[in-house]
């Protein structure tokens, strides 16, 4: 079965700092890759995702992130984060066969520190 | 466009009574509905899946049911709640046509007491 791990529960960082959130996946023949984020008491909104090609996905809010099919990760990167970036972020994965079926990790929550 | 709706948005229930949590997708056709639960600091748990009208996959063996009874609506539902059924419940759907993404509702908070 597929499973994604988040390997930080939390990550601080100062405003303007660069960020990295980690994601890792167990492998499968293919899938499809996902980030989400999620702020206080709300529903989770989807920040980018990987279906195939180019390897580096950007997303909104100046998020990107890279494809590693031989670490089977897929890191969140953000230059210069802002205090409004802090919430928590999910990593989730899908199997590219079936794609019913998205696992979430546990998720990692950044808090960006003025 | 396709939006989604879930409620109510809390619900403080006494332990031993019923709960049905409704959600609701507008916009699209034979979506596959999902229901999540997230505990604090646990992350997101899948519940259930549904491919098609009356067609449910459980995931975790717990005294939730989830049904069907339209195509694009989706209920989550159980007997006799216990505490550890309190969380913030997420349902979810998947659109053929969106690239294969999943998108939210606002999620249901549930404190069972």
């Known amino acids: 079965a597929q499973s994604v791990t988040q390997l930080d529960s939390q990550v601080p960082v100062f405003e303007e700092a660069p960020v990295e959130l980690r994601c890792n996946y167990s492998s499968s023949v293919s899938v499809y890759l996902f980030w989400y984020v999620q702020y206080p008491n709300q529903g989770l909104q989807l920040l980018l995702k990987y279906l195939s090609g180019s390897t580096l996905v950007k997303g909104i809010n100046g998020f990107e992130a890279e494809f590693n099919k031989s670490q089977t990760s897929f890191h969140l990167r953000k230059p210069s984060v802002h205090i409004s970036d802090t919430a928590e972020y999910f990593c989730a994965v899908s199997d590219g066969l079936r794609t019913y079926k998205y696992i979430f990790g546990t998720g990692t929550r950044l808090k960006v520190l003025a | 466009s396709q939006t989604i709706h879930q409620w109510p948005a809390t619900l403080v229930q006494p332990v031993g009574s019923p709960l049905s949590l409704e959600c609701t997708v507008e916009g699209t056709s034979n979506p596959n509905l999902y229901w999540y639960r997230q505990a604090a600091g646990r992350g997101l748990q899948l519940l259930f899946y549904s491919v098609g009208i009356g067609q449910i996959s459980s995931e975790v063996p717990q005294n939730l049911s989830a049904s069907r009874p339209q195509d694009r609506q989706f209920i989550l539902s159980s007997k006799k709640l216990l505490l550890s059924d309190s969380g913030f419940y997420l349902c979810?759907?998947?659109?053929?046509?969106?690239?294969?993404?999943?998108?939210f509702g606002e999620g249901s908070w549930l404190t069972v007491v």
């Open positions: 979810a759907f998947r659109d053929r046509s969106s690239g294969n993404t999943i998108y």
